[in-house]
Every structure is written in structure tokens, then in C-alpha cells.
């Protein structure tokens, strides 16, 4: 049974990239149900970095659960090394309960799962396809908005995965010791190309935008001259390569496993988001 119940300090949950596409939706709904949360972030009442480990304490403080989700990626290198760090030192806080998000099908996400089951913790695993949101709230809008897409992916098919769906299987596993020791893959309800999902949102929108795939390099090359740290773009393209070599061309039933409920599809997805690319 699910414990709503906020009178001791241990109900306390930390969600971590409060301010991100999952940790935004995970906060509403926690708070929905009248559950103490804590927002970590640069910005939050108490700063949070995960590139600062001196700000780890503070926000761990009282806290008894965290939903554990890692900027920029879990797959990245190092990642492992600084999120297990992490989950040590919030068991030794008190925390008995993580929830961690990781990206289906990359190895690094595995070792940094590794790392956080090393702790002790209670913990459940989500891992999650490419973000349906990834169009409207992150580094593809903008293409979206421009008109034409370009992505290194050539006839891939992916089970996109709506962050909604992500939010409420995590809000089940903080909730429900139910799901404590499980791993649970999490995709949406059919496979697309991804000329077939900007297809989708032009429907949606009544936009003309077009899908041009491109090499990994080219886009490596276009994301350092919009801005991007080289560094960072090539980490991102070496992330890209992993996930998109048809690994991922496959269904996963983590939603209904969780929720008794088939997971959101992509086009209700684009209908519902249609005002994001106007």
C-alpha cells in the first residue's frame, strides 16, 4: 500500500534536477500527494551541484528517499564514480531509498547502476528510452522550430518514452516498497523512426518540418558551432552512437508493469505539445 503519510523527518524525499524534464514532473506529483520534498538544484533554496560534492550534505539532510537523476547522463564516463559517491554518502545520511534513473541500452548507465547498488540502498532502477520530451524541452526544439531536424539516425526506430509515463512510474517507486530491488525498462507503445516522429509533430501542428539525417560528426560539429562545449558534444556523440546502433528497436512493458496502465504514444505526445513548436 501506498504511505502518503509526512510526519517524520525520514518521509523527507530529495529529488534531484528538480528543475528537469522528469525531476519537474516528479516534484508536482509528490507534492500533489501532500509529501515533503526537497528541490535540488543550483538555483534551490539549498544549492545543489553535482559537480560540487561540498553542497551534497546540506541537501541530504533529513532527507530518507532521493529520486537519483544524473546531469548530464548516467552513461557518461565518470559518471558512475560520481553517483555512486553520492548514493554512499546519502545512505550514510539516512537516505534508504533511491530511485535512479538511467538510459536503456547504455553500458556506462549500467556501472553507474552498479555503483548505486554497491551502497546498500533500497533501490529501484528506471531505465528510460529517448525522452518524447527531448522534442519540446530540450536540444531538439529548436530544429523542431527551424523547420527541419537534423539527427544522426538513418531508419532507427525508437520506442520513445513520454517523460509523464517516467514521472509517474518514479512517484510509485518512492512511494510503494512494492518496487524496491526491481529494475524496470520503460519505453512508449510502438516503434518509430524518427522521420516518422517529426512526421508526427508536423501533423500535430500543421507546420512543414522536415528529417535529415546526418553523420554522428556533422552533428558533433553543428552542436560545438550553436554553443556547445566541444567536450561535452563529443561525450553526447559517443552517447548517441551506443544507443542509436538498433539495440533499442525493441518494446519494454516497465509502465504497465508499474502503473496496470499501457504506456502514452507519441502522437497524443505531439498533439498535446503543439503549442511548444509554434
Request: glycine share 10%.
Amino acid at each position: 500500500m501506498t504511505n502518503t503519510k509526512n510526519t517524520a523527518a525520514t518521509d523527507l524525499i530529495l529529488v534531484t534536477g528538480a528543475t528537469g524534464k522528469t525531476g519537474r514532473r516528479v516534484t508536482e506529483r509528490l507534492e500533489g500527494l501532500g509529501l515533503p520534498v526537497r528541490k535540488a538544484s543550483r538555483s534551490a533554496e539549498i544549492p545543489f551541484d553535482w559537480d560540487a560534492p561540498e553542497t551534497w550534505d546540506a541537501a541530504l539532510a533529513g532527507v530518507g528517499k532521493v529520486y537519483l537523476a544524473y546531469s548530464p547522463d548516467a552513461g557518461f564516463p565518470g559518471a558512475a564514480e560520481i553517483v555512486g559517491a553520492f548514493a554512499e554518502r546519502a545512505v550514510a545520511a539516512g537516505a534508504s531509498r533511491i530511485v535512479l534513473l538511467t538510459g536503456r541500452g547504455e553500458e556506462g548507465a549500467v556501472r553507474t547502476e552498479e555503483a548505486v547498488r554497491a551502497t546498500g540502498a533500497d533501490l529501484t532502477v528506471i531505465r528510460a528510452a529517448f525522452f518524447a520530451q527531448n522534442f519540446s524541452e530540450d536540444f531538439l526544439i529548436d530544429a523542431v522550430r527551424s523547420g527541419t531536424v537534423y539527427f544522426p539516425a538513418d531508419g532507427i526506430a525508437e520506442p520513445f518514452v513520454d517523460a509523464d509515463d517516467i514521472a509517474d512510474v518514479a512517484v510509485a517507486a518512492l512511494t510503494d516498497g512494492l518496487h524496491i530491488g526491481r529494475t524496470y525498462e520503460l519505453t512508449g507503445p510502438r516503434l518509430i523512426t524518427f522521420a516518422q516522429a517529426v512526421a508526427e509533430i508536423a501533423a500535430a501542428t500543421g507546420l512543414e518540418i522536415a528529417y535529415a539525417p546526418v553523420p554522428l560528426e556533422a552533428f558533433e560539429e553543428g552542436m560545438v558551432a550553436e554553443g556547445a562545449p566541444a567536450e561535452f558534444a563529443a561525450l553526447f556523440r559517443d552517447l548517441l552512437a551506443e544507443v542509436l546502433d538498433g539495440r533499442n528497436q525493441s518494446l519494454a512493458h516497465g509502465v504497465r508493469d508499474v502503473l496496470g496502465r499501457a504506456p502514452r504514444d507519441f502522437a497524443d505526445y505531439a498533439r498535446e505539445n503543439a503549442a511548444a513548436w509554434k
